[in-house]
């Protein structure tokens, strides 16, 4: 597949931080409903419980990229 390569009478527009008004942006996602009026709430950061007396199992943890606990996996190992 080529690369992709402008047309010559194609103008490219560069932006730089300065140029993005946020406020407008953040507007525009409350109005289409795409932007989170209030984050979720994450689970619990306590740790993990075990019924079994003196557990030896392991427990992992999956994180989302924002490294929210989304779930954890506990591997019950009797002593």
């Keep these: 597949m080529p690369a992709y ?5 194609e103008q490219l527009v560069t932006l730089s931080p ?3 008004d946020y406020d407008r ?3 525009l996602e409350r109005e289409l409903g795409i932007g989170d009026a ?3 709430r ?3 950061r306590a740790p993990s419980v075990c019924l079994t007396k003196d557990c030896a199992g392991e ?3 999956i994180r989302t990229w924002s ?3 989304a779930m954890r996996i506990h591997y019950c190992e009797r002593p």
């Design 18 to 20: 300065g140029d993005l």
């Design 38 to 40: 209030e984050p979720e």
């Design 67 to 69: 490294d929210v606990l």
């Design 42 to 44: 994450p689970i619990r």
């Design 5 to 9: 390569r402008p047309r010559p009478d």
């Design 25 to 27: 942006i953040e507007r």
């Design 59 to 61: 427990t992992h943890e």
